[in-house]
């Protein structure tokens, strides 16, 4: 942890040394169990390219409108070789610069809106081929979920992927479900096929609970995409019922005042209704 911790904050003059050998864990489909297997790592190369990250935090307010407030913001310094291999947004950003074809200095790149707790994830991720999230104040799940974003900024699919199986791992062993800010998290940082909004939706379907509180705070505070996708799934996956439609077996039951159980119809307490009139008893 020390070595990536001096890496993040290194000057241009000290690259750092090669990498270990790289493995990939692939985790999966349930999370259960991980199959190792050998990959080829690109090697590094190239100068190393300033990107700094954060300065402004993007929120969507209740009505829908986004605004941006001043945020902390963080320096990376990484090798060019790396950027281009897997990222196709910084490969298209440095494919044409002279400075990135032999060591020099390469120009700064800002990511004011992402997270530099997110960022410092991938580049442990292009280095080591690990991934270690910084937790700090936000519990894991909000953590990855902000790294998956980051990773769709920079289109990065394979970390995308690791992200996901990180997730999906984290939500078994733990036994839990995204709650509303992890939700707003995916919902406000990612594209409207985004896999990871399926992924929310789909999880909260199959595995969702709650007491009406917890049920209320979800549907109020998340986003409201989130809502639309929920319903439409829940509609469609759950079994259409079975019998008479309560409508055509008692349609007194949505009569005012009906609150029996039994198919009868009760009036409220010392409250009368004549002839659709309300009165007091």
Same mark, same amino acid.
């Given at each position: 942890m ?14 750092p %040394?090669?990498?270990?050998p790289a493995?990939?864990?692939?985790? %999966?489909a349930?999370?259960e %169990?991980a199959?190792?297997?050998?990959v080829?790592?690109?090697?590094i190369s190239?100068?190393l390219v300033?990107?700094q990250?954060g300065?402004?935090?993007r929120?969507?307010?209740d009505d ?8 902390p ?6 090798h060019s070789?790396?950027?281009r291999a ?5 490969r298209?950003l440095l494919? /044409?610069?002279?400075?990135t074809?032999?060591?020099g200095?390469a ?5 004011? /809106?992402q997270d530099?707790a997110a960022f ?5 991720y292009?280095?080591y081929n690990?991934?270690?999230p ?8 909000r953590?990855?979920?902000?790294a998956y974003?980051?990773g769709e ?8 992927d690791r992200?996901?199986d ?10 839990v ?15 409207? /096929? %985004?896999?990871a ?5 789909d ?5 969702g609970?709650g007491?009406?509180?917890?049920v ?8 409201? /995409?989130f ?28 009569h ?13 307490d ?12």
């Open positions: 020390a070595r990536l911790l001096s890496l993040l904050r290194m000057s241009p003059s000290s690259p %040394s090669a990498p270990p493995k990939r864990l692939r985790m %999966s349930l999370g %169990s199959v190792e297997s050998t080829k790592w690109p090697a190239g100068p300033v990107i990250v300065g402004l935090l929120q969507v307010n829908g409108n986004v605004t941006f407030i001043a945020a913001n963080e320096t990376f310094h990484v070789s790396l950027l897997h990222s196709k947004y910084f298209a494919q /044409d610069d002279p400075a074809a032999e060591y200095h120009p700064t790149i800002y990511l004011p /809106d530099p410092k994830t991938y580049v442990q292009l280095y690990e991934l270690n910084t937790f700090g104040k936000y519990g894991k799940g953590r990855l979920m902000q974003v980051l900024c920079v289109g990065d699919s394979v970390f995308q992200i996901i990180a997730m999906i791992a984290y939500c078994i062993e733990q036994k479900v995204p709650n509303y800010p992890i939700i707003n998290v995916v919902y406000n940082g990612t594209a409207e /096929d %985004s896999p909004r399926r992924l929310m939706v999880l909260m379907v199959w595995a609970s007491t009406k509180a917890e209320h705070k979800t549907t109020s505070k998340a986003h409201k /995409d809502i639309d996708d929920l319903l439409e799934a829940l509609l469609t996956a759950r079994p259409r019922p079975a019998g008479v439609r309560p409508w055509v077996e008692r349609p007194e039951s949505y005012v005042g009906y609150y029996g159980i039994k198919g009868e119809v009760k009036k409220q010392a409250v009368m209704y004549v002839a659709g009139t309300r009165k007091q008893g």
